[in-house]
């Protein structure tokens, strides 16, 4: 699943692309696509059609459009394979594009080849001084959120039992948008290991490590995001590059940037880690 600078990418495309611009007919062409908008796809789609669309957001991975003309928001789960791509309007549709709006001369397709994401109208509810979807309500604030507070994030690390790398990846406790690649290469920058406990961490490692998880997805922002493969591209279908920065996630058996010992690799929650044994010791 893209993780916050995927997500922050595809953002800023809508940003530039679609912000302003009306929805003029959707097209709703997988019903795995809208499974999440329970009142079904054409009250979605008579829902969307003659909305302009306001504003494009995000708090950690999850994405939404906001409308001039109607309180819900849209949410967009990209899960694992989901596109949210700009083309002109006699572009060929890709087999894929199971949700397409045309915005007039221009077509926003939802291309996702694993039916694993989609989108739904969800309700804006308050929450600390910030209005978000419901759906987004008990999600913590990420590093790129101006209200973010590091210190904060860093004690609420701290009060959580379960391996530090654990906590990193729920995304209601101390920050939100970290995902596997970035847990990583943040444990890794703030020289931690994956299975330490997060309680037992220092307040000044736990500060370090956010430091940490921001700095990370601030360079992998500036590179695009992180690209394995075709299905993670930005809304014109460009990939990122920073997988060419990365310090752990997916090196086993590389030497170690810091200090040349061989990167190792663990398994966890149906995943691996990637970690340097040298400079990331369990105590």
């Known amino acids: 699943m893209p993780e916050l600078p995927e997500v922050e990418v595809v953002r800023r495309g809508l940003a530039d692309h679609v912000v302003g611009r009306t929805l003029l007919s959707v097209d709703v062409n997988h019903p795995r696509s809208v499974r999440r908008h329970l009142a079904g796809a054409p009250d979605l789609v008579a829902r969307l059609t003659g909305s302009r669309v306001a504003g494009a957001h995000r708090r950690g991975k999850f994405l939404w459009l906001t409308f001039a003309d109607q309180d819900d928001a849209l949410m967009v789960h990209l899960g694992m394979s989901g596109q949210m791509l700009i083309r002109p309007s006699d572009t060929p549709r890709d087999k894929h594009a199971h949700i397409v709006a045309e915005l007039g001369g221009t077509q926003l397709s939802f291309v996702d080849q694993r039916t694993f994401g989609g989108w739904w109208l969800d309700p804006m509810v308050e929450v600390d001084g910030t209005v978000v979807p419901e759906s987004v309500a008990h999600i913590a604030r990420d590093p790129f959120d101006p209200a973010f507070d590091p210190k904060a ?120 880690s990637y970690y340097c044994p040298r400079c990331q010791r369990p105590i």
């Open 153 to 272: 994030a860093a004690a609420r690390l701290r009060s959580k039992r379960s391996e530090i790398k654990r906590v990193l990846l729920d995304q209601t406790a101390g920050l939100s948008g970290i995902g596997n690649i970035y847990a990583d290469e943040s444990l890794w920058r703030a020289k931690i290991h994956p299975s330490r406990a997060a309680g037992e961490l220092s307040a000044a490692a736990a500060r370090k490590l956010v430091d940490a998880a921001g700095e990370v997805m601030a360079e992998a922002l500036a590179a695009g995001g992180t690209s394995f493969d075709s299905l993670y591209v930005n809304v014109n279908g460009n990939s990122g590059y920073f997988s060419r920065s990365l310090n752990a996630y997916g090196r086993e058996e590389e030497p170690c940037g810091r200090c040349g010992a061989a990167i190792r690799r663990e398994k966890f929650m149906n995943r691996s």
